[in-house]
C-alpha cells in the first residue's frame, strides 16, 4: 500500500493559479511513476498529467497543456501540481495516483482535493 494525501485546493478566481500536493508515506515513493486525474461533476475521471520515477518524462492532457505543470521531489515523497490560468470547466475533485512502470498503471489513489473556479 501506498497511501496518498492530496492538499492544496481551494476556490481561485478564473486566470488564478494554485499548487496541488501530493504526499506519500513509505519508503518506495521514488519507484513510482505518479498521476494527477481529476472529476467533475457528472462526469468521468478524466488523465491530467503524469510524471515517471525520476521527473525525466511527463506527459499532460491537451486541455491542460501549457497550463498546468507536473513535479515530483523524491526526497519529500511529494508529487505536485501547479496550475495556471485557471478556467471554470477546471472545477473538479483532484486524484493524484501511483503506478508502476511506464506509461503508469495506477494502483494507488488518493481521497481527492477540491478545487473551484469562479468565472
Known amino acids: 500500500q501506498v497511501p496518498l494525501v492530496e492538499s492544496g485546493g481551494g476556490s481561485v478566481q478564473a486566470g488564478g493559479s494554485l499548487r496541488l500536493s501530493c504526499t506519500a508515506s513509505?519508503?518506495?515513493?521514488?519507484?513510482?511513476?505518479m498521476g494527477w486525474f481529476r472529476q467533475a461533476p457528472g462526469k468521468e475521471r478524466e488523465f491530467v498529467a503524469a510524471i515517471n520515477w525520476s521527473g525525466g518524462s511527463t506527459y499532460y492532457a491537451d486541455s491542460v497543456k501549457g497550463r498546468f505543470t507536473i513535479s515530483r521531489d523524491n526526497a519529500k515523497n511529494t508529487v505536485y501540481l501547479q496550475m495556471n490560468s485557471l478556467k471554470p470547466e477546471d472545477t473538479a475533485v483532484y486524484y493524484c495516483?501511483?503506478?508502476?512502470?511506464?506509461?503508469?498503471?495506477?494502483?494507488?489513489w488518493g481521497q481527492g482535493t477540491q478545487v473551484t473556479v469562479s468565472s
Open positions: 495516483a501511483a503506478g508502476s512502470s511506464w506509461p503508469p498503471s495506477y494502483k494507488y
Open positions: 513509505g519508503r518506495t515513493f521514488s519507484s513510482y511513476a
